[in-house]
């Protein structure tokens, strides 16, 4: 660690209006300074780094051109808007980033006007901007609406749905699409190559801006430049360039790390747009510093950092992480299975399937921020005879709901769902927690839903997964590194719908469903300690549900509980309706159902989030006590 930068400039400014009483010269000064001031806060915190290096110039240009918070600027997802948060107010609590109580790690309304649309999924910034823009010219009250959107969140098609439709309305709005080459892992796709080929033919930096079809919008200075820049865009796609296709104007390709040309384009942006408008920029992610834009993902997410050698220092642990146990087992099922293949929507790092890549090429595919594809890819490919495995996050799995069950439940098509950050995900908050794909994956008809309960089952339920021809299967695992159990040589296919007892008790049972196993048998040690001695079994699957051991559970003790790591309407729900429909409470059983509580739970770590939510030891103890009408009386043994 280092004492924090000399930022001189910088420290004249607390809000974006002090930016203009700056000349350009200070402005750049301010810059350099405000790319020192992130990555020394975010060495304290840690979190998403390379995104915010990438556009340090452009947040600068922003805010001394535009007049925000009455301008609208929308970051697409948020990982790059840190420099954005320091130039708003909020320099003073940079350091409490993604932490309990301090500010979010992505944009968000409650936190600043100078946020106007939240931010953590992408591809979203042009939709809201069209929206921001329709609602000024409704209501009169003026303003510009711009959207910064990366090229990997462009070949979403949620992005050109919104182009389209901007294009088509014609009303003024600002898009930025800062190209970065990057998204969190490479971007993949024929769009990437078409922006790429766009500056491919000549160095960008040679001329201030290109302007096919908006020469107009140019400075005089400026003009003969872009006048040759459009003759090699000519040259390059013919016809025009796909987005004065949409309906926009093209301003570009542009150097996003050139201040002046920056400047000098949105200040003429500003004053003579009358419609959409594109400015295509060209920044690199983790500029300025060098571990960043030598790693790998150019610094895409970090841990507390050395800000001399950009060194992370992270806790050791004795126990493999839940992603790559997913990844090793999937690899050792291929090698024995060709028919396996895996699908990730541009996470193949954060779902381990970089490891399946190394291995089998051609067996594995990234398709981009495009989880509505990824889906109804796998679909296709389950219904051409293969096995695929879709590995998605939780809460990006939301994404492809209509193609999960239009394109796979319904067709009973053999997807296997590998569900990744299932459960609250600590740092980013609400925006990733993996709450609801339990509840909306047990509803849908012929669909096995199955949660880990530590990394040992995690590579058994893979090998069930690649077992069952029958129909769709999914498998949810959290985030973070498994509980040190013993591993097995092999995954040995789980008999489907069947769970297990892990210690026998009597009087209550707590069944589990997932990775609050390890909790609810710290809180079956302080119970038996007290004399009470609770039956524990692990469900294994929230559909199709154990029949025959939930009823004996039921049967056989005067309570139930059930646990797990999702939002009301999961296994919980289902548990209760079989409950109901038997009969069962009719006998007087006491049943009683752990959730995640009806609210978004804010970041902090994973055992804070899960105290707040009720799910710890502590709290599971206490559900018990009080089901069975037992006063809690003194500390846990």
């Known amino acids: 660690m280092t004492d924090r930068p000399k930022t001189p400039t910088l420290d004249r400014v607390n809000l974006p209006v002090d930016l203009k009483a700056l000349s350009d010269r200070e402005l750049r000064h301010v810059a350099d300074e405000l790319r020192a001031e992130t990555i020394s806060a975010v060495s304290v915190t840690g979190g998403h780094l390379g995104a915010g290096l990438g556009v340090v110039e452009l947040t600068v240009a922003l805010h001394a051109v535009f007049d ?105 709005l600002i898009v930025i699409l800062n190209d970065n080459e990057m998204s969190i892992a490479p971007p993949v796709g024929a769009l990437s190559s078409y922006l790429s080929r766009l500056y491919a033919g000549a160095p960008f930096q040679d001329f201030k801006a290109a302007a096919k079809g908006a020469l107009g919008f140019l400075p005089e200075p400026f003009q003969e430049g872009a006048r040759r820049a459009k003759e090699m865009l000519k040259s390059i796609t013919v016809g025009g360039t796909l987005f004065e296709e949409l309906g926009f104007s093209y301003v570009g390709p542009i150097d996003g790390h050139d201040l002046e040309q920056l400047l000098a384009i949105l200040r003429t942006v500003k004053a003579r747009a009358t419609g959409p408008v594109l400015i295509h920029a060209i920044t690199k992610k983790g500029k300025g510093y060098a571990p960043a834009e030598e790693a790998r ?30 990844a090793q087992s999937l690899v050792k099922e291929a090698e024995r299975d060709e028919r396996i293949v895996a699908v990730t929507a541009a996470m193949p790092d954060g779902t381990g399937l970089n490891l399946f890549a190394e291995r089998f090429p051609n067996r594995c595919f990234d398709v981009g921020i495009a989880e509505q594809h990824a889906v109804t890819f796998s679909a296709g490919m389950a219904a051409g005879g293969l096995r695929p495995f879709c590995a998605l996050y939780s809460t990006f799995l939301q994404r492809g709901y209509d193609q999960i069950v239009h394109d796979v439940a319904i067709q009973r098509l053999p997807v296997r769902f590998a569900i990744d950050r299932a459960g609250l995900v600590g740092a980013d ?209």
């Open 68 to 172: 925000t918070p009455r301008d609208k600027i929308i970051w697409d997802v948020g990982h790059q808007c840190y420099p954005h948060k320091i130039l708003t107010g909020r320099r003073d609590r940079i350091r409490t980033l993604r932490t309990e109580g301090g500010l979010a790690g992505f944009t968000k309304r409650s936190e600043s006007p100078y946020d106007p649309f939240g931010a953590g999924h992408s591809s979203t910034s042009i939709s809201a901007a069209l929206g921001f823009a329709a609602a000024r010219d409704l209501t009169g009250e003026g303003g510009d609406a711009i959207a910064v959107i990366g090229d990997g969140s462009m070949s979403a098609g949620m992005a050109f749905e919104a182009m389209n439709n901007a294009g088509h309305l014609k009303k003024r």
């Open 297 to 326: 993902d150019r610094g895409h997410a970090t841990s507390k950092f050395n800000v001399l050698t950009g060194e992370q220092t992270k806790a050791p642990s004795n126990a493999p992480s839940y992603t790559k146990v997913f």
């Open 429 to 637: 908050g609400a925006t990733h927690a993996g709450a609801f794909d339990v509840a909306f994956l047990a509803n849908l008809p012929g669909f096995v839903v199955m949660a880990a309960a530590d990394e040992a089952e995690l590579v058994h339920m893979v090998a069930t997964a690649v077992a069952h021809d029958e129909g769709p299967i999914a498998f949810r695992f959290p985030r973070g590194d498994g509980v040190g159990v013993e591993m097995p040589a092999k995954g040995v296919p789980l008999e489907i719908g069947k769970g297990r007892i892990v210690r026998e008790g009597s009087r209550v049972a707590i069944l589990s469903f997932g990775t609050r196993l390890s909790e609810v048998m710290m809180a079956a040690e302080a119970l038996t300690a007290r004399g009470i001695a609770p039956t524990v079994a692990d469900a294994r699957f929230a559909k199709p549900l154990d029949r025959e051991l939930i009823l004996r559970l039921a049967r056989d003790h005067e309570a139930l509980i059930t646990i797990e790591e999702g939002a009301i309407g999961g296994f919980g729900s289902h548990v209760a309706q079989l409950l109901a429909e038997e009969g069962v409470f009719d006998g007087g059983i006491k049943f009683r159902s752990m959730v995640l509580p009806d609210t978004f739970i804010d970041q902090a770590s994973p055992e804070k989030m899960y105290q707040v939510a009720g799910m710890s030891a502590a709290e599971i103890e206490a559900k018990v006590l009080q089901t069975l009408g037992v006063a809690l009386v003194g500390k846990r043994a």
